[in-house]
């Protein structure tokens, strides 16, 4: 399977715990989006990363959240001392070509639960 | 602030019936509009995309169009099926300084066999 994936696919932890979740994008895209979706919303832009550098930032990620993406290859998305308001489907999207005519491709997502 | 409206919330028709589902937003300066479609507890699929300077594009049974100066986008689904039961998103992206995309609330379908 040449899709995204992400890993963990679910996650429930304990409040004040910290996460991290990974997403392998499409192996030619050099752009990776995360995105996280509450139920019944639309999915609500992170980060936008261009192969290493992070080049946006949405004030939606606080400063308990980080992202990575060492060697422009896979991404992390660390919630440090989660709450429970960070329950929710984070997404990670990946897209290649000209930005005109970008399609993203989706991952599956992983599921936070926060207790 | 670019807002994205996605009307009706829900939907649900008989089979083999034509259906139009409707995106508007308020900054008309778009760089592109994408329509996705997301099955329960499922990331999404790109459908259609349509740039800022086309008026529609189509894929099969689907249809997009685009009017920029009403804000305004509608997704054509032509004969449904009971496979094409899902929510359906529409995305837009501003037209520079940023790559976010700002997605509407979806419409959810559920084709009846």
């Known amino acids: 399977d040449t899709g995204v994936s992400q890993n963990p696919r679910h996650k429930i932890t304990k409040r004040g715990q910290n996460v991290t979740f990974r997403c392998d994008p499409i192996s030619e895209h050099n752009r990776l989006y995360w995105y996280r979706q509450t139920l019944g919303q639309g999915p609500e832009f992170l980060t936008y990363?261009?192969?290493?550098?992070?080049?946006?930032k949405s004030r939606l990620l606080s400063d308990r959240f980080s992202a990575e993406r060492p060697k422009g290859s896979f991404s992390t998305l660390e919630i440090q001392r989660t709450e429970q308001g960070d329950s929710a489907m984070y997404l990670c999207a990946s897209a290649g070509g000209p930005p005109a005519v970008e399609t993203q491709y989706f991952g599956p997502g992983t599921r936070l639960l926060v207790l | 602030k670019q807002e994205v409206t996605q009307i009706p919330a829900a939907l649900s028709v008989p089979e083999g019936e034509n259906l139009v589902l409707n995106c508007s937003f308020t900054d008309s300066a778009i760089y592109n509009l994408q329509w996705f479609r997301q099955d329960p507890g499922k990331g999404l699929t790109s459908l259609l995309l349509i740039q800022s300077s086309q008026r529609e594009q189509t894929s099969g049974r689907l249809n997009a169009s685009l009017d920029k100066s009403s804000g305004r986008s509608t997704l054509y689904i032509a004969a449904s099926q009971p496979g094409d039961s899902a929510t359906y998103l529409c995305?837009?992206?501003?037209?520079?300084?940023?790559?976010?995309?700002?997605f509407g609330t979806g419409t959810r379908l559920k084709v009846l066999a």
């Open positions: 995305a837009v992206r501003r037209v520079s300084g940023t790559y976010k995309y700002i």
């Open positions: 990363f261009q192969n290493e550098a992070q080049l946006e």
